[in-house]
């Protein structure tokens, strides 16, 4: 990210605390994104930090209503937002780049609920505030809900404010909801309005940044508008409501911006609503986002009658309208490298797969688990939803090392084109994982972003890649990209799992190399043989102890007493 880049988002950012007297633990803290510092400065945070503010009397219906003004929250809240001064943008710059801290720093202890307010650092400035309204946000919600079976255990945030919030809201998270603040204090020297840009305007791989402030107000002179990078990994629900991507965020970073670069510079095309995610007790390493232009068109749909002051305020049908007119993002990765990537359905399992043609699939042993057939779903679009069966022409054994199957489709896709393999493959390179993990066929193929970490040999010749982008449960059979020559490098096998202590690490994982299988895919479609195949079962001892992780075993001298 370039300086430049750096400060206009990191003077969007700010930090929002909320406290009373009645709430005696302290203060809530998390990030904000200031939409406008023009009288009446405007600032938009997520809802979930009034929430223990709430009139006892009436608690909300957090999964129907739309909208709570300030009189449902305790008279004399106080609500103050730390942002960058006007005549500190070089002071600024610094902060905003801090966070790297390596390994030697204390641990920090953040719960939300009992933060206490502290100073201003130098370069940034308290600014008192006053709740305007907590909105929902119904496209999110429904994409959300689509999405996030509650059978599959799903677990946002990991802190103490998650908790007591979810003790109003057992079913869904009350994460949808946005609260919209007025600084009281005007900027003169600030823009006039956030520039942003619609969500429908982007694709999976799309490159993001992330602007938001880890721990809250914990501690501002390191954390204050920590930036972060990743790609849009997924998208859902209308106009894209609701986006994935794959940034490294912390907790304190909810209400945080996301932002896209466009020739024009950086614009606003979604807020962070969790930073943090656990399919069961699997870490997801994504990102949940709530798309800019669905909240303000939400806060729009409520804003009638009486609310002609309010409404004259936010002006959100300006941003909207204004977002419009820029221009998408050319997306890194192609899309036919998406199309070649499938879900494979095995009874009720499933996993990924690779289109080497029109009729040929490769995906791991395990995902078709030992039967002869499986259905093939192609979900590459919301309107493309195709099932074809296909016949498991080969499997490797179980003692084998390569954990690879063959199947061939009873139909053949005429237009599905032939991908490039590689033949060399670069450590540090910019790699793409497209997999169906996680989600299966709830919203089409994921992609995630990282580098060829390690390339383990035998003999000179690669056996298995390292690579850093996120993989989950559901990813097997995927397909390992080199982002920029869009060459297939592998076939994803397996990310990394500690059964001592039952924690799953999705950014160490494993492929099996294309070049491993090369001459057995060519030959198997020239020739129909599968002799190539079969010597993955009779591959050398070096190898196998490779894929168990394992070193090889050395022969130790005797000893002499």
């Known amino acids: 990210m370039s300086e430049t880049l750096g400060s206009t988002v990191a003077r969007a950012g700010c930090v929002i605390s909320v406290s009373h007297s ?136 990991g802190n103490d404010l998650e908790q007591e919030v979810n003790s109003w809201e057992q079913e869904l998270p009350c994460l949808h909801w946005f609260a919209m603040l007025r600084i009281l204090e005007p900027d003169p020297y600030g823009p006039s309005w956030v520039s942003c840009i619609p969500s429908g305007s982007l694709r999976k791989g799309d490159t993001v940044y992330t602007c938001g402030s880890p721990f809250g107000s914990l501690c501002p002179e390191i954390f204050m508008n920590t930036l972060s990078k990743g790609i849009v990994s997924n998208l859902a629900g209308a106009n894209n409501a609701l986006l994935l991507i794959d940034a490294r965020c912390l907790p304190g970073t909810e209400g945080g911006g996301v932002f896209v670069m466009s020739g024009m510079g950086p614009h606003l095309v979604g807020i962070i609503v969790a930073p943090l995610c656990w399919k ?4 997801v390493g994504l990102t949940l986002i709530c798309a800019m232009d669905s909240i303000l068109e939400s806060v729009a749909g409520v804003l009638s009658g009486s609310w002609g002051l309010l409404k004259s305020w936010l002006h959100p049908a300006e941003l909207v309208t204004r977002s419009h007119a820029m221009l998408a993002l050319r997306n890194e990765l192609d899309k036919h490298l998406l199309d070649a990537v499938v879900l494979v359905e095995c009874g009720p399992t499933w996993g990924s797969g690779v289109m080497m043609n029109s009729r040929l699939l490769l995906t791991c042993r395990h995902v078709v688990g030992g039967a002869s057939n499986v259905c093939i779903r192609f979900l590459t679009s919301p309107d493309r939803d195709s099932v074809v069966k296909g016949k498991v022409v080969f499997a490797t054994k179980d003692t084998s090392p390569y954990d690879v199957a063959l199947v061939e489709l009873q139909e053949g896709l005429s237009t599905l084109p032939e991908l490039p393999l590689a033949t060399t493959f670069h450590p540090g390179e910019d790699v793409s994982i497209v997999s169906f993990g996680v989600f299966g066929q709830a919203c089409g193929p994921s992609v995630t972003s990282g580098i060829l970490s390690a390339v383990i040999t035998v003999e000179d010749k690669a056996v298995m890649l390292q690579a850093t982008s996120a993989v989950h449960g559901g990813s097997s059979g995927g397909a390992l990209f080199g982002t920029h020559s869009g060459k297939l490098l592998g076939i994803v096998a397996s990310n990394t799992r500690d059964n001592s202590v039952g924690v799953t690490y999705p950014h160490l994982n494993f492929s099996i190399p294309i070049t491993v299988l090369r001459s057995a895919i060519l030959d198997y479609i020239h020739h129909g043989s599968l002799h190539g195949f079969q ?18 075993p050395v022969e130790m001298p005797l000893s002499k007493l």
């Open 280 to 283: 069961s007790t699997e870490w």
């Open 535 to 552: 010597e993955l079962d009779r591959v050398a001892e070096r190898i196998q102890v490779v894929w168990r992780l394992q070193r090889e």
């Open 22 to 157: 009645r709430v005696p633990n302290g203060s809530c803290s998390g990030s904000g994104v200031l939409l406008s510092r023009d009288p009446p400065g405007l600032v938009l945070c997520p809802g979930i930090l009034f929430a223990p503010f709430l009139l006892e009397s009436e608690p909300p219906d957090w999964s129907q209503g739309k909208v709570l003004l300030s009189d449902r929250f305790f008279p004399g809240l106080q609500v103050q937002v730390l942002k960058a001064s006007e005549r500190s943008s070089s002071k600024a710059d610094r902060n905003c780049l801090a966070g790297d801290l390596g390994e030697n720093n204390p641990v920090l202890r953040f719960n939300p609920l009992s933060d206490r307010r502290r100073s201003s650092p130098d370069g940034w400035r308290n600014c008192d505030a006053e709740l305007l309204m907590v909105a929902a946000c119904p496209p999110f919600q429904e994409a959300f809900s689509k999405i996030f079976s509650a059978s599959d255990q799903w677990h946002f945030g």
